[in-house]
Each structure stands twice: as structure tokens, then as C-alpha cells.
Nanobody
């Protein structure tokens, strides 16, 4: 099992920036994918961005050009740099790790960190 601990959320004005960080510990195999998802009140959890262990990235259309995901494989950390934030980015952001163990998908989540974009 993997423990994921997020940090860096908070309140920011529209147009501002925040950087989220997530540290993973536990049983971690190479070839995993780490990512960020978010859930706004009354909405489904949605993908924000993912990054493979080879730094292949994938972004939701709504954040392309504004958010940047990065990772440090040696430290098992993943970061999300969020620029040009909009009120619609307000949500609880969750760190995620997907691993394939004996052919089965193992998915772990952090506890979430609140991001509020408001003037």
C-alpha cells in the first residue's frame, strides 16, 4: 500500500498561482503513474493531470497551458504548478498513484488539499 501526502493548497486571487506537492511512501514499483485529480462541490472527481515515470504527461483541456505537472522519481514526489488560476479551479485536489501489480491495477489516493480561487 502507498501513502500519499499532499501540501500547498490555500486561498488565492484569480490570476494568481499555487504549487501543490505530494510525497509518496510505502511499496512503490517502477513504471507507476502519478497524477492530480480534483473534485468541486456537487461534481464528480475529474482528472487534472498525470505523469508517467518516463515524464509523459497528460492534461485536462481546462488546464492546458496554465498547469504544469512534474515529478522526482528518486524522491517519489509529484508537483502541480498552477498559474493563471480561475474561480472554476476551486476544488479539493487529490494526489493519485496508479501501479500495476501482478497485472492488476492498484490505485492509491491522498487525503486531498483545498484550493480556493476567489477575490
Amino acid at each position: 500500500q502507498v501513502k500519499l501526502v499532499e501540501s500547498g493548497g490555500g486561498l488565492v486571487q484569480p490570476g494568481g498561482s499555487l504549487r501543490l506537492s505530494c510525497a509518496a511512501s510505502g511499496t512503490i514499483f517502477r513504471g507507476n503513474i502519478m497524477g492530480w485529480y480534483r473534485q468541486a462541490p456537487g461534481k464528480e472527481r475529474e482528472l487534472v493531470a498525470t505523469i508517467s515515470s518516463r515524464d509523459s504527461t497528460n492534461y485536462a483541456d481546462s488546464v492546458k497551458g496554465r498547469f504544469t505537472i512534474s515529478r522526482d522519481n528518486a524522491k517519489n514526489t509529484v508537483n502541480l504548478q498552477m498559474d493563471s488560476l480561475k474561480p472554476e479551479d476551486t476544488a479539493v485536489y487529490y494526489c493519485n498513484m496508479d501501479q500495476w501489480i501482478s497485472g492488476a491495477l492498484s490505485r492509491d489516493w491522498g487525503q486531498g488539499t483545498q484550493v480556493t480561487v476567489s477575490s
